[in-house]
C-alpha cells in the first residue's frame, strides 16, 4: 500500500481501538461505580467538551492543518505558538473561574477539585492533538499507534485500580483519566515548545484568530447538540438520571464509528462526482448507503434491552427506552452530512454554521420544555427532533446552493426515497419501542433484515467496493 494509504488505516485501526476499548469498559465501571457517581463523570466529560471549545478555540482542528500546508518551513513555529495561543485563552478562562469558583461550580455541577482537573487537562492535551494532526500530516502512523494504546488500556486500567481503592470512586474515576491524559499531553507540551521555541507571533495567532474565531459557533453548537442533554439532566433532575442516560446515548452512539467512516468514504467520491458531472452515482450509492446505515440503527434499536444488560447493572436497564430514538438520532447524523458535503464543495461554511447554531438552540429549548413534563427519557427524542431540524435546514441550503451552482440538476439525491426511507426508521423506532417486551417479534425483525442482506451480500459487496476504488 502507498503511505497514504497505510497511514488512513492505522489512523481507522488506532480510532476504532480507542473507542472500542473506551465502550468495552464501560461494563466494568457501571457496575463498580454507583449510578450517581457514574453520572458525575458522564457530566464532567460533557463540561470539558464544551470547555474545550472556549479554552483552545479548537485551533488543532482546521485552521492547524491549513497553517500546515500554507507555511511548511516553518512548522515549528507554528505549532509552538498556536500552542502558546491556546495556553493563553486556557489561562485566562481559569483566572475568571478563580474569581467566583461558588458561581462556576454551581453552574457546572461540579466541586472544585473536577474543575482544576478539568483546566489541567485542557492546559496540556491540545499539545498531543498538535502532534497527533502534523503525524496525520505526514502520514506518520507508528507513533500514534503506541500512543493510543497507552491512552486506550491505561485510563480504564488505572480507572478500576483507583476507584476500587479508595471509597471517594467518583473523584477516583475522573482524576485517574485526567492523570493518564495529562502525563501524554505534557510531554508532547513540553516537546512541541522546545522544537518551535516562540510562545507568542503575531503573525501566527493573527491567522489563527481570523480562520477560527468565525467558526466557534459552529464548533461550539455541535458540541452543545452532542453534550447538552446530560448536563441538563443532571442540573434538573440528579446525576443517577444523567448516568442512566449516558449509557444508553453512549451504546446507540457506536455505530457512529462505522457511520463516519462511510460518510468519510463517501466525501470524495461526491466530490468527484460533482466535478466531472457524474450525478447518478451519487444518487445511486446515496440510496445505498442509506438503506445500509438505516438498517443497521433498526437492528442496533431491536438488541436494545440486550446491549443495557450487556453494558450495564440492573440499575441502568431503564435506558432502553432512550436507545430507540438516539439510533434513530444516529441515521439523521449520517443524512445531513449528505446535504453538507454539497455545502463544503462550494465553500458555502455560513450556511453550515447557521444550521448547526439553529440545531444547538433547539436543543437546550427543547430540552429545558421537556425534561420537565417526561423526565431523561424526552432527551432521547429531543435529540432526534433536532437532528430531524439539521438534515431538513442542510436541505434547504443545500437546494438553494444546487439552484446557484448546479441550476441543470433539480436535485443530487432521490428525495422521494430518502423521505421515505426515514419515514421507515421512525416508523421502526415506534415498532421496536413498542415490541421491547415481545422479544421473539423483535427477533423476527432482525431476521428479516439479515435474510434480506444475506441475499444482496453479492450487490451490497460490489457497492462497496466500487466506492472504494472511486
Same mark, same amino acid.
Given at each position: 500500500?502507498?503511505?497514504?494509504?497505510?497511514?488512513?488505516?492505522?489512523?481507522?485501526?488506532?480510532?476504532i481501538?480507542?473507542?472500542?476499548?473506551?465502550?468495552?469498559?464501560?461494563?466494568?465501571?457501571?457496575?463498580?461505580?454507583?449510578?450517581?457517581?457514574?453520572?458525575?463523570?458522564?457530566?464532567? @466529560?460533557?463540561?470539558?467538551?464544551?470547555?474545550?471549545?472556549?479554552?483552545?478555540?479548537?485551533?488543532?482542528?482546521?485552521?492547524?492543518?491549513?497553517?500546515?500546508?500554507?507555511?511548511?518551513?516553518?512548522?515549528?513555529?507554528?505549532?509552538?505558538s498556536?500552542?502558546?495561543?491556546?495556553?493563553?485563552?486556557?489561562?485566562?478562562?481559569?483566572?475568571?473561574?478563580?474569581?467566583?469558583?461558588e458561581?462556576?461550580?454551581?453552574?457546572?455541577?461540579?466541586?472544585?477539585?473536577?474543575?482544576?482537573?478539568?483546566?489541567?487537562?485542557?492546559?496540556?492535551?491540545?499539545?498531543?492533538?498538535?502532534?497527533?494532526? @502534523?503525524?496525520?500530516?505526514?502520514?506518520?502512523?507508528?507513533?500514534?499507534?503506541?500512543?493510543?494504546?497507552f491512552?486506550?488500556?491505561?485510563?480504564?486500567?488505572?480507572?478500576?485500580?483507583?476507584?476500587?481503592s479508595?471509597?471517594?470512586?467518583?473523584?477516583?474515576?475522573?482524576?485517574?483519566? %485526567?492523570?493518564?491524559?495529562?502525563?501524554?499531553?505534557l510531554?508532547?507540551?513540553?516537546?512541541?515548545f522546545?522544537?518551535?521555541?516562540?510562545?507568542?507571533?503575531?503573525?501566527?495567532?493573527?491567522?489563527?484568530?481570523?480562520?477560527?474565531?468565525?467558526?466557534?459557533?459552529?464548533?461550539?453548537?455541535?458540541?452543545?447538540?452532542? @453534550?447538552?442533554d446530560?448536563i441538563?439532566?443532571?442540573?434538573?433532575?440528579?446525576?443517577?438520571?444523567?448516568?442512566?442516560?449516558?449509557?444508553?446515548?453512549?451504546i446507540?452512539?457506536?455505530?457512529? %464509528?462505522?457511520?463516519?467512516?462511510?460518510?468519510?468514504?463517501?466525501?470524495?467520491?461526491?466530490?468527484?462526482?460533482?466535478?466531472?458531472?457524474?450525478?447518478?452515482?451519487?444518487?445511486?450509492?446515496?440510496?445505498?448507503?442509506?438503506?445500509?446505515?438505516?438498517?443497521?440503527?433498526i437492528?442496533?434499536?431491536?438488541?436494545?434491552?440486550?446491549?443495557?444488560?450487556?453494558?450495564?447493572?440492573?440499575?441502568?436497564?431503564?435506558?432502553?427506552?432512550?436507545?430507540?430514538?438516539?439510533?434513530?438520532?444516529?441515521?439523521?447524523m449520517?443524512?445531513?452530512?449528505?446535504?453538507?458535503?454539497?455545502?463544503?464543495?462550494?465553500?458555502?461554511?455560513?450556511?453550515?454554521?447557521?444550521?448547526?447554531?439553529?440545531?444547538a438552540?433547539?436543543?437546550?429549548?427543547?430540552?429545558?420544555?421537556?425534561?420537565?413534563?417526561?423526565?431523561?427519557?424526552?432527551?432521547?427524542?429531543?435529540?432526534?427532533?433536532?437532528?430531524?431540524?439539521?438534515?431538513?435546514?442542510?436541505?434547504?441550503?443545500y437546494?438553494?446552493?444546487?439552484k446557484?451552482?448546479?441550476?441543470?440538476?433539480n436535485?443530487?439525491?432521490?428525495?422521494?426515497?430518502?423521505?421515505?426511507?426515514?419515514? %421507515?426508521?421512525?416508523?421502526?423506532?415506534?415498532?421496536?419501542?413498542?415490541?421491547?417486551?415481545?422479544?421473539?417479534?423483535?427477533?423476527?425483525?432482525?431476521?428479516?433484515?439479515?435474510?434480506?442482506?444475506?441475499?444482496?451480500?453479492?450487490?451490497?459487496?460490489?457497492?462497496?467496493?466500487?466506492?472504494?476504488?472511486?
Amino acid at each position: 500500500m502507498s503511505a497514504p494509504v497505510k497511514a488512513s488505516v492505522w489512523f481507522t485501526i488506532c480510532n476504532i481501538t480507542q473507542k472500542g476499548i473506551s465502550l468495552l469498559s464501560t461494563p466494568i465501571f457501571t457496575r463498580i461505580l454507583t449510578t450517581e457517581q457514574y453520572g458525575v463523570y458522564s457530566v464532567y @466529560q460533557s463540561w470539558y467538551s464544551i470547555i474545550l471549545i472556549l479554552a483552545t478555540l479548537n485551533l488543532y482542528s482546521g485552521v492547524y492543518n491549513n497553517g500546515l500546508t500554507n507555511y511548511p518551513e516553518d512548522r515549528d513555529r507554528l505549532t509552538s505558538s498556536f500552542q502558546g495561543l491556546s495556553t493563553t485563552v486556557t489561562i485566562s478562562l481559569f483566572i475568571i473561574y478563580l474569581l467566583n469558583t461558588e458561581f462556576w461550580n454551581n453552574i457546572f455541577g461540579l466541586s472544585s477539585i473536577f474543575v482544576f482537573a478539568m483546566f489541567a487537562e485542557l492546559l496540556f492535551v491540545p499539545a498531543y492533538s498538535f502532534w497527533t494532526v @502534523q503525524q496525520r500530516y505526514d502520514y506518520k502512523y507508528k507513533g500514534i499507534v503506541v500512543v493510543t494504546a497507552f491512552l486506550a488500556l491505561g485510563s480504564p486500567i488505572l480507572g478500576v485500580i483507583s476507584v476500587l481503592s479508595t471509597e471517594y470512586k467518583a473523584e477516583a474515576r475522573v482524576l485517574s483519566y %485526567v492523570l493518564v491524559q495529562v502525563i501524554v499531553g505534557l510531554v508532547f507540551y513540553i516537546y512541541n515548545f522546545r522544537k518551535g521555541k516562540t510562545f507568542f507571533s503575531k503573525k501566527y495567532w493573527s491567522f489563527a484568530l481570523k480562520f477560527n474565531l468565525p467558526l466557534i459557533p459552529h464548533y461550539l453548537s455541535m458540541t452543545v447538540l452532542n @453534550q447538552s442533554d446530560r448536563i441538563m439532566i443532571s442540573n434538573m433532575i440528579g446525576s443517577s438520571e444523567a448516568a442512566i442516560y449516558s449509557v444508553a446515548y453512549n451504546i446507540a452512539m457506536m455505530m457512529t %464509528v462505522v457511520t463516519n467512516a462511510i460518510n468519510n468514504s463517501f466525501v470524495p467520491y461526491t466530490y468527484k462526482s460533482i466535478k466531472e458531472k457524474h450525478y447518478d452515482g451519487i444518487r445511486r450509492n446515496s440510496n445505498f448507503l442509506l438503506i445500509l446505515v438505516g438498517g443497521t440503527c433498526i437492528i442496533a434499536m431491536a438488541f436494545g434491552p440486550e446491549l443495557i444488560k450487556i453494558f450495564a447493572s440492573a440499575d441502568y436497564y431503564d435506558a432502553i427506552w432512550v436507545i430507540p430514538p438516539v439510533a434513530a438520532s444516529v441515521y439523521f447524523m449520517f443524512l445531513y452530512p449528505l446535504f453538507g458535503n454539497v455545502e463544503f464543495y462550494f465553500e458555502k461554511t455560513n450556511f453550515i454554521m447557521i444550521a448547526s447554531c439553529c440545531g444547538a438552540v433547539a436543543n437546550v429549548v427543547l430540552n429545558f420544555i421537556f425534561i420537565q413534563i417526561f423526565g431523561y427519557y424526552a432527551a432521547g427524542y429531543t435529540t432526534l427532533a433536532c437532528y430531524i431540524l439539521f438534515s431538513f435546514a442542510h436541505y434547504c441550503f443545500y437546494k438553494r446552493i444546487l439552484k446557484e451552482k448546479i441550476p441543470e440538476m433539480n436535485n443530487l439525491y432521490d428525495m422521494r426515497f430518502v423521505i421515505g426511507f426515514s419515514i %421507515v426508521v421512525l416508523i421502526a423506532m415506534v415498532v421496536m419501542t413498542m415490541t421491547y417486551k415481545t422479544i421473539v417479534l423483535r427477533y423476527g425483525i432482525v431476521l428479516v433484515i439479515l435474510i434480506f442482506a444475506f441475499i444482496k451480500r453479492n450487490e451490497i459487496i460490489k457497492k462497496l467496493r466500487e466506492m472504494r476504488k472511486k
